[in-house]
């Protein structure tokens, strides 16, 4: 007998692995602490925690250090991989930006002795703030698990695209009572809550309330309210708190510094919460919790759920080199970052709060809404990658910002939640809007006529939101003034790059004439480039140069001229831009920003493609290689700056595949692939991409010739999206390119 005891207890052991072995292997190898560490202007500054794919809802723990110092600009999306504490919980978040917003709706298992430990608990800051360990966290696309050392509480998280679903399993401890705080005052940015408000309905087992809060972006337009709802299994003992004091059995409190708690029988050791929220209203909330959760689904049920929504997202890329496995984790975890935003803004029934303050019913051509657009960060890849790989998802992002027109009268800058905020610089959905339609993947709702106006208007005119800086003086001059605007040289060089886009679409759109008065605009840029340093500058009205530093030396080359006579030639250009790699290599610290070439800066993120337009793409291959090997280490502090919406990682996602981007136009250059071979199921599945690279190795990083469908790509070192990459409408079509490498630089000058 206790023969067969021993056997049962082993078979139950090796079902427990074998599941662990399966939870940990379904998915392909990932690293998703890249992006949560760094300092100063190296923070990634992504959230740790689970969410759907582009989902609003961003659930997952906000740290501390041991010292519980805080370090804002460590924390602008609330998880920091150096942090020992876990603070509590909440269900929204920034995605890797470099400001900090969002952060509400808090919520935290805890353990206490009597009232009196909780009062002690609530009435200082972070009082309820646990201990953790990496050694004791699960980090999966769409599920997190972590230990609470301080609380002795398990707690495991999975989320749809509105709805957090919590499960808290306590460990058993003599006089110990298990309890929930919920914190629905909180907000991860201090001091920004404006209004708060918690209801207890213990005869429907239900919690709900909004706050209202003013962040660094969403104050910028009046704020912004996340409406809540909480459901649970038991509602029998319960208590607020405001400013520290506890009531209990009170079941309704307001303002900012309030909660309400729950305790759960003694014998209860696991419960499941379910956090529906909305930015609509409270039933709208209810009404999200109800359909996402198909009326409150188990756990497990939920996180199976959530988990295949990332298996076939994820199962679209595959990519495989044996010389270099972290290659293949960066790739994998970039991927997860890529599809993780923007936001989708729309919920359940198509409903969505709208730049007017009015709700809507999102139209039947878009599958969703989508907001949290860092237009200044996403133009430059994100965007681009997602129109390569989605173009459904691409003409969603682009409608969405027609809607912001429609609806709020311009064009958007850095479009958050349902508003304005101002934030940067340039008008550069111009450029958005030019890469879906030179690409030729927009669908045939995109009104032209619509685009154009809106286009017109942002170049011409002062919008009432997200305006150019003064349109008129600016086209007086044909550049910025410095002794009127400090930022002179960034923004001539914005402006010039956004007109040329604006061309691109007046061409599409059959304006001929009005297009070539843009592409004329698109050549300003030389205005603000000072002869006798190589650099851009700000300038004066009078003509002075004014030359600080040497931070926007390069842009996007839409006009061949900038090499060719700006530079005094190829030779001068590609010493100048060889200089400014050699020297930005050496600098080892993200903490502050690299004086010539920093990979986090986005003003740099095009400068290693750019010897290709000078005939030495082996420089481009050669810089390309070095800086994924160096500047995106497989470690939590695995990106060189804020991740800003997708940005950096999209970066590395092309630059790794081996061609990039030039935003705003059909065009990629070719730079030198990270692996073996790579695919890429495109369009919903309408076509693939496979490349196949020969004789990959470390050393043999440049690329000697490459073949597009078996021909030789006569176009190297360039890729057109319509002529090489546009899917056609055969089924399952395949598109090969095939890249050959080589140890040795193949020189291209005589082109």
Same mark, same amino acid.
């Given at each position: 007998?206790?023969?067969?005891?021993?056997?049962?207890?082993?078979?139950?052991?090796?079902?427990?692995?074998?599941?662990?072995?399966?939870?940990?292997?379904?998915?392909?190898?990932?690293?998703?602490?890249?992006?949560?560490?760094?300092?100063?202007?190296?923070?990634?500054?992504?959230?740790?925690?689970?969410?759907?794919?582009?989902?609003?809802?961003?659930?997952?723990?906000?740290?501390?250090?041991?010292?519980?110092?805080?370090?804002?600009?460590?924390? #602008?999306?609330?998880?920091?991989?150096?942090? /020992? $504490?876990?603070? @509590?919980? !909440?269900?929204? *978040?920034?995605?890797?930006?470099?400001?900090?917003?969002?952060?509400?709706?808090?919520?935290?298992?805890?353990?206490?002795?009597?009232?009196?430990?909780?009062?002690?608990?609530?009435?200082?800051?972070?009082?309820?703030?646990?201990?953790?360990?990496?050694?004791?966290?699960?980090?999966?696309?769409?599920?997190?698990?972590?230990?609470?050392?301080?609380?002795?509480?398990?707690?495991?998280?999975?989320?749809?695209?509105?709805?957090?679903?919590?499960?808290?399993?306590?460990?058993?401890?003599?006089?110990?009572?298990?309890?929930?705080?919920?914190?629905?005052?909180?907000? #991860?940015?201090?001091?920004?809550?404006?209004? /708060? $408000?918690?209801? @207890?309905? !213990?005869?429907? *087992?239900?919690?709900?309330?909004?706050?209202?809060?003013?962040?660094?972006?969403?104050?910028?337009?009046?704020?912004?309210?996340?409406?809540?709802?909480?459901?649970?299994?038991?509602?029998?003992?319960?208590?607020?708190?405001?400013?520290?004091?506890?009531?209990?059995?009170?079941?309704?409190?307001?303002?900012?510094?309030?909660?309400?708690?729950?305790?759960?029988?003694?014998?209860?050791?696991?419960?499941?919460?379910?956090?529906?929220?909305?930015?609509?209203?409270?039933?709208?909330?209810?009404?999200?919790?109800?359909?996402?959760?198909?009326?409150?689904?188990?756990?497990?049920?939920?996180?199976?759920?959530?988990?295949?929504?990332?298996?076939?997202?994820?199962?679209?890329?595959?990519?495989?080199?044996?010389?270099?496995?972290?290659?293949?984790?960066?790739?994998?975890?970039?991927?997860?970052?890529?599809?993780?935003?923007?936001?989708?803004?729309?919920?359940?029934?198509?409903?969505?709060?709208?730049?007017?303050?009015?709700?809507?019913?999102?139209?039947?051509?878009?599958?969703?809404?989508?907001?949290?657009?860092?237009?200044?960060?996403?133009?430059?890849?994100?965007?681009?990658?997602?129109?390569?790989?989605?173009?459904?998802?691409?003409?969603?992002?682009?409608?969405?910002?027609?809607?912001?027109?429609?609806?709020?009268?311009?064009?958007?800058?850095?479009?958050?939640?349902?508003?304005?905020?101002?934030?940067?610089?340039?008008?550069?959905?111009?450029?958005?809007?030019?890469?879906?339609?030179?690409?030729?993947?927009?669908?045939?709702?995109?009104?032209?006529?619509?685009?154009?106006?809106?286009?017109?208007?942002?170049?011409?005119?002062?919008?009432?939101?997200?305006?150019?800086?003064?349109?008129?003086?600016?086209?007086?001059?044909?550049?910025?003034?410095?002794?009127?605007?400090?930022?002179?040289?960034?923004?001539?060089?914005?402006?010039?790059?956004?007109?040329?886009?604006?061309?691109?679409?007046?061409?599409?759109?059959?304006?001929?004439?009005?297009?070539?008065?843009?592409?004329?605009?698109?050549?300003?840029?030389?205005?603000?480039?000072?002869?006798?340093?190589?650099?851009?500058?700000?300038?004066?009205?009078?003509?002075?140069?004014?030359?600080?530093?040497?931070?926007?030396?390069?842009?996007?080359?839409?006009?061949?001229?900038?090499?060719?006579?700006?530079?005094?030639?190829?030779?001068?250009?590609?010493?100048?831009?060889?200089?400014?790699?050699?020297?930005?290599?050496?600098?080892?610290?993200?903490?502050?920003?690299?004086?010539?070439?920093?990979?986090?800066?986005?003003?740099?993120?095009?400068?290693?493609?750019?010897?290709?337009?000078?005939?030495?793409?082996?420089?481009?291959?050669?810089?390309?290689?070095?800086?994924?090997?160096?500047?995106?280490?497989?470690?939590?502090?695995?990106?060189?700056?804020?991740?800003?919406?997708?940005?950096?990682?999209?970066?590395?996602?092309?630059?790794?595949?081996?061609?990039?981007?030039?935003?705003?136009?059909?065009?990629?250059?070719?730079?030198?692939?990270?692996?073996?071979?790579?695919?890429?199921?495109?369009?919903?599945?309408?076509?693939?991409?496979?490349?196949?690279?020969?004789?990959?190795?470390?050393?043999?990083?440049?690329?000697?010739?490459?073949?597009?469908?078996?021909?030789?790509?006569?176009?190297?070192?360039?890729?057109?999206?319509?002529?090489?990459?546009?899917?056609?409408?055969?089924?399952?079509?395949?598109?090969?390119?095939?890249?050959?490498?080589?140890?040795?630089?193949?020189?291209?000058?005589?082109?």
């Amino acid at each position: 007998m206790a023969a067969r005891c021993i056997l049962v207890f082993l078979l139950f052991i090796l079902a427990i692995n074998l599941s662990y072995q399966y939870n940990n292997t379904k998915f392909p190898p990932l690293n998703l602490y890249i992006g949560t560490d760094g300092d100063g202007f190296g923070a990634g500054s992504l959230p740790l925690g689970v969410q759907s794919p582009y989902g609003a809802l961003r659930l997952g723990p906000d740290t501390s250090n041991t010292m519980d110092i805080p370090i804002v600009f460590n924390h #602008l999306a609330g998880y920091h991989y150096s942090d /020992s $504490h876990i603070n @509590i919980f !909440s269900h929204t *978040h920034m995605f890797g930006a470099g400001v900090v917003d969002y952060g509400e709706v808090g919520i935290m298992p805890v353990q206490i002795d009597s009232i009196k430990h909780l009062q002690a608990m609530i009435s200082k800051r972070n009082g309820y703030r646990s201990a953790f360990q990496h050694e004791r966290e699960v980090v999966e696309p769409g599920y997190y698990q972590v230990y609470l050392d301080t609380h002795k509480i398990n707690v495991e998280l999975t989320a749809t695209e509105q709805v957090g679903i919590h499960r808290y399993t306590y460990d058993k401890i003599k006089n110990k009572h298990h309890v929930i705080l919920i914190d629905n005052s909180y907000t #991860l940015q201090a001091n920004v809550c404006t209004e /708060s $408000h918690v209801k @207890i309905d !213990s005869i429907n *087992h239900e919690l709900s309330g909004l706050i209202h809060f003013d962040g660094s972006l969403s104050g910028r337009f009046g704020g912004v309210t996340t409406y809540f709802v909480i459901t649970l299994n038991n509602l029998t003992q319960f208590g607020t708190w405001n400013h520290g004091q506890i009531t209990e059995g009170q079941t309704e409190i307001d303002g900012c510094s309030s909660g309400a708690y729950i305790i759960l029988p003694d014998e209860q050791e696991q419960v499941t919460m379910y956090v529906g929220i909305s930015f609509v209203s409270i039933e709208q909330a209810r009404t999200n919790l109800k359909i996402q959760t198909n009326t409150l689904q188990s756990f497990d049920s939920m996180r199976t759920i959530v988990q295949q929504k990332w298996l076939d997202e994820l199962a679209r890329f595959e990519v495989s080199a044996d010389w270099d496995r972290d290659a293949e984790i960066k790739f994998n975890t970039a991927i997860v970052h890529s599809l993780s935003s923007p936001t989708i803004w729309d919920e359940s029934n198509g409903v969505y709060l709208g730049y007017d303050g009015k709700v809507h019913t999102k139209p039947d051509y878009m599958q969703h809404v989508y907001t949290d657009l860092s237009i200044w960060d996403i133009h430059r890849t994100q965007i681009p990658f997602i129109n390569f790989h989605d173009a459904q998802r691409g003409n969603d992002i682009i409608h969405s910002i027609m809607i912001n027109v429609e609806q709020g009268g311009d064009l958007p800058k850095w479009p958050l939640a349902n508003g304005y905020t101002g934030c940067m610089f340039g008008s550069h959905a111009d450029v958005l809007i030019s890469d879906l339609i030179m690409k030729k993947e927009n669908d045939n709702n995109l009104d032209l006529k619509e685009v154009v106006q809106a286009l017109r208007k942002v170049a011409n005119q002062n919008q009432v939101h997200d305006s150019r800086w003064d349109p008129a003086t600016y086209i007086q001059y044909k550049y910025v003034p410095y002794d009127m605007e400090k930022t002179s040289a960034p923004l001539t060089i914005s402006y010039a790059y956004d007109d040329w886009a604006i061309a691109n679409v007046m061409n599409a759109a059959g304006l001929v004439d009005e297009a070539k008065e843009y592409y004329e605009r698109g050549t300003w840029f030389e205005h603000v480039f000072d002869n006798k340093t190589n650099f851009f500058c700000p300038k004066d009205k009078a003509g002075n140069f004014h030359c600080p530093s040497n931070e926007l030396e390069f842009l996007d080359p839409f006009d061949k001229r900038y090499i060719e006579e700006l530079f005094g030639g190829r030779d001068n250009f590609i010493k100048e831009l060889t200089i400014f790699f050699e020297r930005g290599q050496p600098w080892k610290t993200t903490l502050l920003p690299n004086p010539y070439y920093w990979p986090g800066n986005e003003h740099n993120l095009f400068s290693v493609w750019q010897f290709n337009y000078a005939n030495r793409s082996d420089l481009t291959q050669k810089y390309a290689r070095w800086l994924l090997n160096h500047a995106y280490p497989n470690a939590p502090d695995g990106l060189p700056g804020n991740d800003d919406y997708g940005t950096m990682s999209a970066w590395y996602i092309f630059t790794s595949m081996g061609f990039y981007p030039l935003s705003g136009s059909s065009t990629y250059l070719i730079g030198s692939p990270a692996f073996d071979r790579i695919k890429i199921s495109r369009n919903n599945g309408k076509c693939n991409l496979l490349i196949n690279v020969h004789n990959n190795s470390p050393t043999n990083l440049y690329v000697q010739r490459v073949l597009l469908n078996n021909e030789t790509l006569s176009t190297f070192p360039f890729i057109d999206h319509i002529n090489h990459f546009k899917c056609s409408n055969d089924n399952q079509s395949t598109i090969q390119l095939d890249f050959f490498m080589s140890s040795t630089p193949v020189f291209s000058l005589d082109k």
